[in-house]
């Protein structure tokens, strides 16, 4: 049994941030409320979000995991006005997720649950940790991309940076503890490299957390947590690490 | 034959012949004459181009044909909407289908397969692409394309076959050429494997040229079928020039293997697969990963792209798993590379990160087209893989094979670069 009644905004970034990595994922519709995990087909980056219960505006489930074709649950939202409330349920019988705006409904067929596989989460400490506006790294974000598909970010007890090179062209950012534009926690210096399409997408997708939480190492996974759905949704992402080549 | 050329012309008209066309090949060949090998090349591209001539010629002091088309039609490019189509015949009747059928020419030298090209009379006729039933001329031109057999053709034109040859980096070479005037042909079948697709006039080009694929009929046969405007719904046919057509179906039946591609099981170990083949060096790797692939092309001076540099000129495309939007950098060829590696996964029932990596030496001398790309790779492909427990050992073999060092293939590959360096969450120990 699913009963869920939630904002259109709220179901679209789920869907927008998952979409960004994956085309078909599985979601744990629990009895305290949905969690999914999923992860790139190159296991680079993956995506973990939990909606709380609080976060729907109605929320029923005996727990069950369906298996979804995001563009399908996309191509309903879009149907949404701002405001306008979706709500999902579960028709056992068809196997189907049932999608309703209105009076309009989408009859979803769901997919093979055990087609999807289970995305392994890493078991990751970081010795650095930078809380930012979400503008300030998308600004720094976009600036990168127009010179490089890598992006290298460097936290320093007192500095944030962000850093793109090609051969000729270079760019950076910085954000000062100092002057209140970064809070920092960093046991020692710490510099990573990470690919920009993903990472790029994914802070495209955010669309109502203000700061995000970045956490790197040397030469080490990135761990990007924000909170979304007024604070009741938390999202982390991860992305490997590109390491320097000496070529 | 360097000596059966001069030892049948005066060197005046072997002058007079590079003298009299625009081409790459400088005053160096006014002195060199094709004695002296002045400009680096194993044996002179101009020369190879009058033997043949001189050879086909003498069956073309006429401008009337009696031969049998392989089958074969050339559809051109210039002045789109408006080409030049017409059948290939050439002078000589009988088994002619190896004339047009790059799949056979595996073994064959630079000199075989221009041999073969330059004997295939262009028959030109010009018209709209979407004129696909204006006259006898068009509709044979079409049908004998599709025909399961070679067939004799009376070919009529205006004048004297001659004028410019075809070379190109995407179609095989082309002979000579004249303007139609009539053409019949004896009594011909088509392929019954592309007939029902010739007659649905509702199916997609697309399921055309996956449904003759899948039914067993070789790629060359399929774009020539395409160019003739033999696929797709009623209203939607046309002629395709040659050049489009090859790159259409190879990108086609490339992306439609993938999607397969893409759902199978990883390979468990790195392999190498070589091939040689006129003078070009082919290095295949594979990779444990998701689908990801790139085609390295690495031209020495004085090879056909490369004729007047002195240093090597390496150029690249590559795709990673969500594939690419933009036309590949290097050509038709990275499509029809794609294609034989998706053949070889499929066969292996196996998914893989793939970098081929071709080194062309200075006995390339000429471009022959994109089927020698395609051909290469599926041979390779076919030979016994040498096997690696890691990408640096399996580098270190390759890189012994080639001439370039591996530092430097490395510097120029996205793909390498990315296998090499981008980590995967995997190697995190999981959470517990």
């Known amino acids: ?247 | 034959m360097d000596n059966y050329i001069r030892s049948v012309v005066p060197a005046d008209s072997l002058f007079e012949l590079s003298a009299s066309k625009p081409t790459n090949y400088n005053m160096r060949c006014v002195i060199c004459k094709g004695s002296r090998m002045l400009c680096g090349k194993a044996s002179c591209p101009i020369l190879v181009r009058f033997y043949v001539k001189s050879k086909t010629f003498k069956l073309l002091d006429s401008n009337q044909i009696h031969g049998s088309t392989p089958p074969g039609a050339f559809i051109g490019r210039m002045g789109y909407p408006y080409v030049y189509v017409g059948p290939l015949v050439p002078p000589i009747t009988g088994d002619t289908a190896i004339l047009d059928t790059p799949e056979m020419w595996g073994n064959r030298t630079m000199e075989d397969i221009v041999d073969f090209r330059f004997k295939l009379v262009r028959g030109k006729h010009y018209v709209k692409v979407t004129d696909i039933e204006k006259n006898k001329i068009v509709s044979l031109t079409r049908e004998l394309a599709l025909a399961d057999a070679p067939t004799g053709i009376e070919a009529k034109f205006t004048k004297k076959p001659g004028g410019d040859i075809v070379l190109d980096d995407d179609v095989q070479p082309f002979g000579p050429s004249a303007p139609l005037e009539k053409i019949d042909a004896e009594n011909y079948k088509i392929d019954r494997r592309i007939e029902k697709a010739y007659y649905d006039t509702d199916m997609k080009a697309k399921d055309a040229v996956l449904e003759t694929y899948r039914s067993g009929v070789l790629v060359s046969k399929i774009q020539r079928a395409f160019s003739v405007g033999a696929f797709g719904q009623a209203k939607l046919r046309k002629f395709v020039p040659t050049r489009w057509s090859i790159t259409a179906v190879d990108s086609i039946l490339g992306l439609e293997l993938l999607k397969k591609t893409k759902t199978l099981p990883q390979i468990g170990e790195y392999l190498v697969f070589e091939h040689k083949q006129l003078d070009n060096i082919w290095e295949i790797l594979m990779v444990p990963s998701e689908w990801c692939y790139e085609l390295i092309e690495a031209w020495y001076p004085r090879t056909v792209w490369n004729p007047t540099g002195n240093t090597i000129a390496i150029f690249s495309s590559a795709e990673f798993f969500e594939g690419r939007k933009e036309y590949a950098e290097i050509g038709g060829c990275y499509y029809a590379a794609r294609l034989a590696v998706n053949e070889k996964l499929h066969e292996m029932q196996r998914q893989a990160g793939v970098v081929i990596m071709r080194e062309a030496h200075p006995g390339y001398i000429m471009p022959v087209g994109v089927w020698n790309v395609r051909e290469a790779v599926r041979a390779a492909l076919r030979n016994t893989p040498v096997r690696f427990n890691t990408l640096g050992e399996a580098l270190n073999y390759a890189g012994s094979k080639l001439a370039i060092p591996m530092s430097r293939w490395i510097k120029e590959s996205a793909v390498l670069k990315y296998l090499m360096f981008q980590k995967r969450l995997d190697e995190y120990a999981e959470k517990t």
Do not use: C, W
């Open chain 1, 1 to 247: 049994m699913l009963n869920a009644k939630v904002k259109a905004e709220t179901l679209k970034e789920v869907v927008e941030l998952l979409h960004t990595l994956v085309d078909e994922v599985k979601m744990n519709f629990g009895k305290e409320g949905l969690g999914v995990k999923a992860v790139d087909p190159s296991h680079v980056a993956m995506i973990e979000l939990s909606l709380t219960k609080s976060s729907f505006e109605e929320y029923k489930s005996s727990g069950m995991e369906l298996a979804i074709e995001l563009e399908k649950l996309k191509e309903v939202l879009k149907l949404a006005r701002p405001g306008e409330i979706v709500k999902l349920s579960f028709d056992e019988d068809k196997n189907k997720l049932i999608v309703e705006i209105a009076s309009f409904r989408r009859f979803i067929p769901l997919l093979d649950i055990g087609s999807i596989s289970d995305a392994k989460v890493p078991s990751l400490t970081h010795s650095a940790k930078a809380v930012i506006d979400l503008e300030a790294l998308r600004q720094g974000i976009r600036g990168t991309e127009s010179v490089s598909s890598h992006l290298t970010i460097e936290i320093k007890p007192d500095v944030f940076k962000l850093e793109g090179e090609s051969e000729q062209d270079k760019v950076e950012m910085m954000l000062y503890k100092e002057k209140g534009e970064v809070e920092i926690e960093a046991k020692e210096p710490a510099k990573s490299m990470y690919a920009l399409d993903y990472f790029s997408n994914v802070v495209k997708a955010i669309s109502s957390a203000q700061k995000v939480t970045l956490n790197i190492g040397k030469d080490y996974p990135l761990k990007m947590e924000f909170a979304f759905a007024g604070g009741n949704g938390t999202a982390k992402f991860l992305l490997a690490p590109r390491m320097p080549d000496s070529i």
